[in-house]
């Protein structure tokens, strides 16, 4: 999806925030510090696939970062992968609506994130349980977790604590399924989550080295609507 045509299948509704089409991107804006929104991109369960995404910074990026869902069931259990505007990156779990972080830190430091307002590619390939998550190309981590096996995917927007209104923009979302899935379709879907850090549980795969990317076939887009606001730590 370049995100050049509104027929695209995301929503432009949030309660908190403004989320649309802009310029040939899709915008987020989160007018309060301490909020997450979201737009969901499928209603069917995608397993094992891979996708990417460019995403940059457009106001704020002291505080805006911006990301992935992955495997969502609900708004109470899925994978989340973000980056932000100082150089640092975030994979959580959201499991029975608490949060937990494979390194034991809410946010982790790479010299792989282009810094402010510079784009940033995020792409993520999964097999079975294994997840392995990349920056511009550079390989960060694999976390094995048996907890999601598939389910929905989304963009994030979202503002840290005392960081005021930010705005990112997404573009050039691919994403790829094993030959033969069936490609995912949309539905609506509103929650409002509440966010609370609590220790981490996953697992964590050493990066020995860079996983191959799975044999995939292109997915058209689905129907996306807005399904999260939330406050962050």
Known sequence: DDFGSVGSGWGEWTPVGKLQYENGEYTGQVDDDTKVIWGMYADSMVADLMVQVDGHVIQNPAAASLGVILRSKDEANFYDFCVDGRGEYQIAKRMNAEWQYPSGQEWIKSTAIQLGGAVNR??????????????????????????FDKGRLGLITAS?????????????????????????????????????????????????ATP??????????????????SSVS
Do not use: H, W
Not at 123 to 128: A, D
Not at 160 to 176: I, M, S
Not at 185 to 204: E, K
């Open 160 to 208: 840290r604590q005392g960081g005021g209104v930010t705005k990112v923009a997404f573009d050039n979302l691919r994403l790829y399924t094993p030959a033969g899935a069936p490609p995912p379709m949309g539905v609506p879907i509103v929650s409002v989550p509440t966010r609370a850090a609590v220790p981490p549980t996953l697992t964590l795969v050493p990066p020995t």
């Open 212 to 229: 191959p990317a799975p044999t995939a076939t292109p997915v058209s887009p689905g129907l996306g609507v807005f399904c999260r606001f």
């Open 122 to 147: 995020l792409k993520i390939t999964t097999r079975g349980a294994e997840m392995s998550f990349y920056v511009n190309d550079q390989y960060l981590i694999t976390i094995r977790d048996e907890s």
